[in-house]
């Protein structure tokens, strides 16, 4: 009679927590996706994505000032074909990339500090890159409704004065603010940035000229009040 081997099942071992019980394994779908998040999590600099939309700003940032530089590119070309119609749409459509940086009303709060901290993040050759953009498509501005049928001298002016905003010693922007406030029938104004043009360039025949005749202008002026003054009285 042959001696049965009774074979006992394979024990299975179940680490036991004293205070939890069990502890199951995670399924591998879930430490997947439990890694992913925290990969995502250390990129985006904390579990609010702080950093990643601080970054995200920057980049957009850097893609309105290239923009705006291409746009202004276009605007020069168009103004060479004497396209001056287009040109200026070009340099409109600039500065729109270059105002897009500002932080718009209605704006959420923690957008608003992103993006303030994104535009103090500039290098300053992006500094000197927005300005200096800005300050040609101001002036190009003013070259292109100069050559218009009708020009729009109010606008001239208002275009003049923000260059003049950025360098106070833009000889173009004096000599056609001048034009302007002359064109606009303010001689005292038009005298004063022709002078400031003037003291910059001496020999300029177009600033002598216009500030001959804003000079002639005001004698006129001075004198029909002169005459006007005799007539009260009498």
Do not use: W
Not at 48 to 55: F, I, M, P, S
Not at 201 to 215: A, G, K, S
């Amino acid at each position: 009679m042959h001696s049965t081997l009774l074979r006992s099942p394979p024990t299975k071992h179940t680490f036991v927590s004293e205070r939890h019980g069990p502890l199951q394994p995670l399924p591998l779908r879930d430490m997947e996706a439990k890694q992913l998040k925290s990969r995502s999590l250390a990129a985006a600099g904390g579990p609010d994505g702080c950093g990643y939309r601080a970054g995200s700003a920057e980049t957009e940032m850097e893609a309105k000032i290239q923009k705006a530089i291409d746009f202004k590119a276009e605007g020069h070309r168009c103004y060479k074909e004497k396209k001056f119609r287009e040109a200026i749409g070009k340099y409109h459509r600039a500065l729109l990339q270059l105002k897009g940086m500002q932080v718009a009303d209605g704006t959420a709060g923690s957008e608003v500090s992103l993006l303030k901290q994104a535009a103090s993040a500039l290098t300053e050759e992006q500094r000197r890159a927005v300005e200096s953009t800005e300050i040609e498509c101001y002036d190009s501005l003013t070259a292109c409704l100069l050559q218009s049928e009708l020009v729009n001298y109010e606008r001239v002016k208002e275009y003049c004065l923000k260059v003049l905003g950025h360098q106070r010693d833009h000889f173009k922007a004096m000599y056609r603010a001048g034009i302007a406030f002359y064109h606009l029938g303010d001689y005292e104004c038009a005298l004063r940035y022709l002078r400031d043009a003037k003291n910059r360039e001496p020999t300029d025949t177009n600033v002598l000229r216009y500030i001959q005749l804003t000079e002639m202008k005001m004698s006129k002026s001075s004198q029909r009040e002169r005459e006007s003054g005799k007539e009260t009285q009498g």
